[in-house]
């Protein structure tokens, strides 16, 4: 016997090797895994209902599901009239497949068979359905962060983006090619937009406004649900020289605040003493 095939059969006899719970890698005692977490007794009678709004549900996927949502997450996730059909076949294929994943072959498709766009996963957790990362390009729903339903985002009006897009970035006077909400949608949803969109929107490069979403989810008023100190914060109003209000509580947010207003300075001349 050659010494690969001696390698082969060392690796194949310890892959068959029974595990001894009594011992460990690292020589200390075995420490099990717990048991899964029961499922509350709220949820129970949800069982039923999830399997007739998607027949196709993995059994093992609900039952974990199950474990970590409420009543109100299942009201949301089953019963909403006008969810979408994009939103609707990716909340369905997470049900079947257990996760989303935009280069799946089995991503959802249109009534003309092609794929959806990716940002169809992005409309799903607009509504306000959380999702955590499986892997670097698969997502999952994470019930436990669920806080309330969001109402679909209005369109908006042809005449205030033609107004504002010109105007160039708020934060580094860029070309513009997004709308922000200066008051994240998630916090207050249309109210702010319904009431006065020149005011509650503003311009912003792709760039900016992905720095801008970091910072409001480190936010700790974010985190909170409340959006009362948002009109003091300087990523809401940066033309106006606010000062900001999210707390940089690690060395990587502190960067990303220093990075912002120093940008903010060297264009636009505002004294930060």
Known sequence: MNEDSLEWSICSAIAREPDRPEDSDDGLPFDPAPPPRPIP?????????????????????????LRESSPEFLEALLRVPDLGRGPTLVRDHILKKGSVNHMDPDFPRTR?????????????????FPLRNVDAFTLTLDPLRFRRLLPKRDTIPAQVRAHLIPLGCA?????ATLLDHRVPFDLVGNDLTRKNPLEALQPTCKACNT???????RCPDFQDGSHERCFSCYYAYPGKGRRV????????????????????DRRHEVRTD
């Open 171 to 175: 934060f580094c006077g860029d070309r």
């Open 41 to 65: 007794t709220e949820v129970e009678g949800w069982r039923e209902e999830v399997f007739q709004v998607c027949p196709g549900a993995d059994p093992a996927y609900v039952e974990s599901l």
């Open 112 to 128: 003309l068979g092609k794929k959806y766009d990716p940002q169809v996963i992005h409309d799903f957790a607009r509504r306000g």
């Open 211 to 217: 720095e801008k979403g970091k910072a409001c989810l």
């Open 245 to 264: 209000v999210f707390v940089a509580s690690s060395e990587e947010d502190q960067a990303l605040l220093r990075r912002f207003q120093e940008e903010w």
